[in-house]
Nanobody
Framework: QVQLTESGGGLVQAGDSLTLSCIDSTETSRRHVMAWFRRPPGKALEFVSA????????HYSPSAQGRFTVSRDNDRSTLSLQMNSLKPEDTAVYYC??????????????????WGQGTQVIVSS
């Protein structure tokens, strides 16, 4: 059973950078595809980024491409999201997730089996 906890959220200004972290306290997620999703206020959950179990490949939503970088350290069972050039529209609660088995899809909520509680990011103008 994977247990995920996010951290690193906060209040920043537009143009700032912020790094989010997610740790699996059970240390069993090393072979799982993992991802970041976000929920803007009053809106539906959005895909942000996904990364393979080895960290060799990654995928980003159009809004994250070129600004965000996802990485993982399997030795420490951690997942990170480096966010640069933040915009007010990046304001959201950010969640990390892990899937049991990959079947070719990685950008939908239903692809994932384990979720953290989320960490809030607020970007002011």
């Amino acid at each position: 059973q994977v247990q995920l906890t996010e951290s690193g959220g906060g209040l920043v200004q537009a143009g700032d950078s912020l790094t989010l972290s997610c740790i699996d306290s059970t240390e069993t997620s090393r072979r799982h595809v993992m991802a970041w999703f976000r929920r803007p206020p009053g809106k539906a959950l959005e895909f942000v980024s996904a990364i393979s179990w080895s960290g060799a490949s990654a995928h980003y939503s159009p809004s994250a491409q070129g600004r965000f970088t996802v990485s993982r350290d399997n030795d420490r069972s951690t997942l990170s999201l480096q966010m640069n050039s933040l915009k007010p529209e990046d304001t959201a609660v950010y969640y990390c997730a892990a899937m049991k088995r990959w079947d070719g899809s990685y950008d939908s909520q239903s692809d994932y089996d384990y979720w953290g509680q989320g960490t809030q990011v607020i970007v002011s103008s």
